[in-house]
């Protein structure tokens, strides 16, 4: 009888002192991740399906990306950089990136997904020029397009023109400063779209 009074006050009293003391448990649970923040663009506002947006911000790290509902293929990602591969399926037009970590989603702004070689030259005026003379091409999908110039001769190196006018068909550029000879000029809608069908020519004077 002894024993089993004594066995039972042991078993109460661990209990009990346990609820008394209110131990805390040897771990807590961790702190929420911080909301990722999106600053700007650090690669234009504009990109090509196959080209690369990349964003900075704040908590970027292990963050994914979608555009107008369609996910969109990683390039890079740290705690202030997050860059994605503009997906082929994406719709072409202007739209944000929404951007979402462990602690939350965001929005970029707005970016301009084009589609690639749109731009098409079917003439240019005048056929002759020299530097800084306006020079005026025709065709469809230039407005917004970037143009340069190509010499006819190897090794058919490329100078980019300043655009000062464009519209869907007609776009008027600055005749750069480039040496005395045969070009062909090409048009694109963005840097690493490629450039577009059909092209023109000048020779500079």
Same mark, same amino acid.
């Given at each position: ?14 209990? &009990? ?6 131990? @805390?448990? %040897?771990?807590? #649970?961790?702190?929420? =991740? *911080?909301?990722? /923040?999106? !600053? ?37 990602? &740290? ?6 591969? @503009?997906? %082929?399926?994406? #719709?072409?037009?202007? =739209? *944000?990136?929404? /951007?979402? !970590? ?104």
């Amino acid at each position: 009888m002894r024993v089993a009074i004594f066995v039972m006050l042991w078993a109460c009293g661990d209990g &009990g002192g346990s609820a008394a003391d209110g131990a @805390v448990p %040897d771990t807590e #649970p961790p702190p929420d =991740a *911080p909301a990722p /923040v999106i !600053t700007g663009f650090n690669s234009g506002d504009s990109a090509c399906r196959g080209g690369i947006a990349s964003m900075v911000g704040m908590n970027l790290q292990g963050a994914t990306g979608t555009i107008s509902g369609i996910q969109q293929m990683l390039a890079g990602t &740290g705690p202030d950089f997050f860059q994605i591969t @503009v997906a %082929d399926l994406t #719709p072409a037009g202007i =739209a *944000p990136i929404v /951007v979402e !970590t462990v602690g939350g989603t965001t929005t970029s702004p707005p970016l301009t997904v084009r589609d690639e070689h749109t731009a098409e030259i079917t003439g240019s005026s005048p056929a002759v020029g020299s530097p800084n003379d306006a020079i005026t091409l025709t065709g469809t999908g230039l407005f917004g397009a970037i143009v340069q110039l190509r010499t006819v001769a190897p090794p058919n190196g490329g100078t980019a023109a300043d655009v000062t006018a464009s519209s869907d068909t007609s776009l008027t550029f600055t005749l750069p400063n480039v040496a005395p000879g045969d070009y062909f000029i090409q048009a694109g809608q963005f840097p690493g779209c490629g450039y577009g069908r059909g092209a023109g020519s000048i020779t500079v004077i």
